[in-house]
């Protein structure tokens, strides 16, 4: 079994932002071997200030054990699909066989990377907007489009429920987004593009079933 933290890195877990993740102390030595437990990470760019992870999250309020997997590469530890690994968030996709439980915890998890998203965009994009996705976005579409639809509080596909569905497509800037009824797509509609995304309707010619094709907006 993985060892918990010290009680220094727990101290350093428990002064960090509720909201954004961001730690506000620890030694370099700390902060790293937070890092590879999987409980944070390291900005790319500078200043490099170090966040929580959503397992990271998890621990300080008292929820989970730290996780044996290694530390995610994206910046709320997104994985595709719905599940990721073991103390890894994922955004729900739609359609998944082992989707994560509903409930509080769940609520605080997709705050918590969306919260963390919008710090990304503030500090990647070059002029530090938070208002249209970055360059992390545009190269994981469908799971920052699922985030912020799961964000925003709308129904992913479940075993027994109607709600969205995020998919790739062979365009590469693009994801579709499927839903049950033309009042879903509209209301996804109108999420994706708050979050900076550009919309369009439209219809498979073989099936004329009716879908949403999602770009990031760059201005």
Known sequence: MTRPPTAAQRR???????VTGRLRGGTEAQLAALVKRGLAFRHPRPPH???LTPAGHRLREGEASPPPSPPPTGPTGS???GTGRAGVFAARIGGEED???????RLREVHSAWQGLLELRRMTNADGAVDRPCGWERGHLVQAAALALEAAGH????PDTAGYRVRATPQPDAVAVHGPDAGTLDACAATLERAGWQVGAHTDPRTRTRYLLASPRRV
């Open 155 to 158: 129904r992913p596909e479940g």
């Open 79 to 81: 994985t595709a699909g």
């Open 49 to 51: 200030d170090h966040f």
């Open 99 to 105: 989707a994560p439980p509903d409930g509080p915890a």
């Open 12 to 18: 350093v877990i428990d002064a960090a932002d509720p």
